[in-house]
């Protein structure tokens, strides 16, 4: 009956050991994991800053393509209205992705 109570108390403590183990791995990667989460949060800030920058490019480009030039074709020039047009519309949706992605990772955060 003794070597039984001793038996239960190894498992006992085996099992504790066993817990405190997966806790601590557990928090770990928790840690890590909030780590990755704020690099990429702070990778994803400056990619919405760098493509506002972007976006405002593609509409000062589109201003320059609506405006006069000589020796340009109104088929030329409807092209570059259209590219202009175009590139507003990527970055506008690069945007939009990137504000969501960021969403994601502040309720991860939170």
Request: proline share 0%.
């Amino acid at each position: 009956l003794k070597e039984i109570e001793n038996q239960k108390q190894k498992i006992e403590e085996q099992s504790k050991i066993l817990s405190e183990k997966e806790q601590a791995e557990k928090d770990r990667f928790s840690s890590s994991r909030i780590k990755a989460d704020e690099e990429t949060y702070r990778e994803i800030l400056n990619a919405i800053s760098n493509s506002y920058k972007e976006l405002e490019e593609a509409k000062e480009d589109l201003e320059k393509a609506k405006g006069y030039k000589l020796f340009r074709s109104a088929k030329k020039k409807e092209e570059q209205i259209n590219d202009a047009i175009s590139q507003i519309e990527i970055w506008q949706r690069k945007i939009e992705l990137l504000k969501l992605e960021k969403r994601e990772i502040e309720i991860r955060l939170n």
